[in-house]
T-cell receptor
Framework: KQEVTQIPAALSVPEGENLVLNCSFT??????LQWFRQDPGKGLTSLLL?????REQTSGRLNASLDKSSGRSTLYIAASQPGDSATYLC???????????????FGQGTILTVHP | KAGVTQTPRYLIKTRGQQVTLSCSPI?????VSWYQQTPGQGLQFLFE???????NKGNFPGRFSGRQFSNSRSEMNVSTLELGDSALYLC????????????FGQGTRLTVV
């Protein structure tokens, strides 16, 4: 059974800091990994999608890396801003023999607070 | 381009009642998945539909069911509601069944009293 763990559970940083969020998964046979952010009471916003054949993806101040063999991904946020405050979730899609289906297995999330 | 639309946004129901939630995926997306989010369990997969067929199902009781229509819109139904069914129900749509990016709606907040 795939299990996804995110560390730390919560993080509070001053504005301007660079920070790293960690995600680990137990079954390395994944099809892809996706990072999301969730604002309180809202849905999920997709940040980055990394296919299993890729090592990293970048979007603006965000960079996500994937090490499938060790079952780890990191989300790097550069020059953090108060607007980055949210819960960050990683989710993996299992590789079921060349097809993935839609099921995403989520971590519990990291609650990020960036204070001015 | 419109995103994933879920209706209604909020619902209050009484124990024992049933409820139907609706999800309209992004235009052109044929895969729709449903998730339940609670503070204790986090995000749990309910089921996934592709081309009107259920392709995958999570570990939920039979009171939870769903369907997908020919226009890819999906509904999920919960019968005989229990207090523990109170949650945020999220719908995700994807362009294809395999490996595509998932886009989520704003969710339906269900409260069972």
């Amino acid at each position: 059974k795939q299990e996804v763990t995110q560390i730390p559970a919560a993080l509070s940083v001053p504005e301007g800091e660079n920070l790293v969020l960690n995600c680990s998964f137990t079954d390395s046979a994944i099809y892809n990994l996706q990072w999301f952010r969730q604002d309180p009471g809202k849905g999920l916003t997709s940040l980055l999608l990394i296919q299993s054949s890729q090592r990293e993806q970048t979007s603006g101040r965000l960079n996500a890396s994937l090490d499938k063999s060790s079952g780890r991904s990191t989300l790097y946020i550069a020059a953090s801003q108060p607007g980055d405050s949210a819960t960050y979730l990683c989710a993996v899609r299992l590789d079921a023999g060349g097809t993935s289906y839609g099921k995403l297995t989520f971590g519990q999330g990291t609650i990020l607070t960036v204070h001015p | 381009k419109a995103g994933v639309t879920q209706t209604p946004r909020y619902l209050i129901k009484t124990r024992g009642q049933q409820v139907t939630l609706s999800c309209s995926p992004i235009s052109g997306h044929r895969s729709v998945s449903w998730y339940q989010q609670t503070p204790g369990q986090g995000l749990q997969f309910l089921f996934e539909y592709f081309s009107e067929t259920q392709r995958n199902k999570g570990n939920f009781p039979g009171r939870f069911s769903g369907r997908q229509f020919s226009n890819s819109r999906s509904e999920m139904n919960v019968s005989t509601l229990e207090l523990g069914d109170s949650a945020l129900y999220l719908c995700a749509s994807s362009l294809a069944l395999t490996g595509a990016e998932a886009f989520f709606g704003q969710g339906t907040r269900l409260t069972v009293v």
